[in-house]
């Protein structure tokens, strides 16, 4: 199974701030990465899809970005909505499997 | 517009059994692969199966393989996941979710694009 090591698991920041969030595959993946984002009592929501392609509808403040088998989820200016856990998931090869999310608090 | 709408969830003993069950409507059901995934209360996200468009391959994590069962009813629009011999350890709620797909440059991605708002299951005497 592909393991997928998400970090940080919970970081705080103020409105405004860039944040960046990691992935890591235990084995090539290529671009089989997608970052969903979660609210609390509600289903994931698709951020990126294909490591760098930014789903429709979802502000241009998100952005993915890859090197080799890292993967960065970037929020370029922190908004009071993007308080949620995100999470990173591999579509390379069943079983599919996700990170373990990270969690965006306020500051 | 898609819709997934998960129902069946509920209080059962550990050995019990349950279906869930999740109406699609808003797009050609038929012609989609399917998925569930679990989660946990207050965890994190875990693939748990997933069925072909017209149901003839089946894919489990191993953690319920031979417990679990997921099947369509391409006719109903509707997609199920039958649960024996449950654990407390399957305590979650239980999402469907449908894969959008991209292709480019020969390759195809997949991603979950529309999930359902997720039923839970507790397994508890």
């Known amino acids: 199974d592909i393991q997928m090591t998400q970090s940080p698991s919970s970081l705080s920041a103020s409105v405004g701030d860039r944040v960046t969030i990691t992935c890591r595959a235990s084995q090539s993946i290529s671009s089989y990465l997608n970052w969903y984002q979660q609210k609390p009592g509600k289903a994931p929501k698709l951020l990126i899809y294909?490591?760098?392609s930014l789903q429709s509808g979802v502000p241009s403040r998100f952005s993915g970005s890859a090197s080799g088998t890292d993967f960065t989820l970037t929020i370029s200016s922190l908004q009071p909505e993007d308080f949620a856990t995100y999470y990173c998931q591999q579509s390379n090869s069943t079983p599919l499997t996700f990170g373990g999310g990270t969690k965006v608090e306020i500051k | 517009e898609v819709q997934l709408v998960e129902s069946g969830g509920g209080l059962v003993q550990p050995g019990g059994s349950l279906r869930l069950s999740c109406a699609a409507s808003g797009f050609t059901f038929s012609s989609y692969w399917m998925h569930w995934v679990r989660q946990v209360p207050g965890k994190g996200l875990v693939w748990v199966s997933r069925i072909n468009s017209d149901g003839s391959s089946t894919s489990y994590a191993d953690s319920v393989k031979g417990r679990f069962t997921i099947s369509r009813d391409n006719a109903k629009n509707t997609l199920y996941l039958q649960m024996n011999s449950l654990r407390a350890e399957d305590t979650a709620v239980y999402y469907c979710?449908?894969?959008?797909?991209?292709?480019?440059?020969?390759?195809?991605?997949?991603?979950?694009?529309?999930w359902g708002q997720g039923t839970l299951v507790t397994v508890s005497s």
């Open positions: 979710a449908r894969p959008g797909r991209y292709c480019s440059g020969g390759s195809c991605y997949w991603y979950f694009d529309y």
């Open positions: 294909a490591a760098f």
